[in-house]
């Protein structure tokens, strides 16, 4: 019982729990900034480059072709344009969780709370620690 007990606690721990929702939000949050990059954002960089479209970009290693027996063989290419496709994607993605880390960063900064103000002083003639309000050392009896 005490392993299940364990596992029950670490399952359901805030940290845990966040991390899956974290997942499940960067799940669904993936093809959004991929549209974004695929529809918004690279058009207009393939435009400035002269009408580039990165996703087309590929190096053909073996032609397609059509073997003896009449099946067609699919060609081989390395498509290194959906590469830099999904670099500027990552590029992207990386750079909207750093921003929203820094501004949970500024609120949970402004959330802290401030220190309590001090309640006690130490008393200039024994440095023994007294009371804030109190006028004179309860232990050497000096005026503070």
Known sequence: MGMLKEFKDFAVKGNVMDMAIGIIIGGAFTPIVKSMVDDIIMPPIGMLLGGVDFS????????????ADGTEVAAVAINYGNFINICITFVI????????????????????????????KDCPHCLMSIPIAATKCGHCTSPV
């Open 93 to 120: 993605i990386a750079f909207a969780v750093f921003m929203l880390v820094k501004g949970m960063n500024r609120l949970r900064r402004e959330e802290e709370a401030a220190p309590a103000a001090p309640t006690t």
């Open 56 to 67: 087309e970009y590929k190096l053909v290693i073996q032609e397609a072709s059509v073997a």
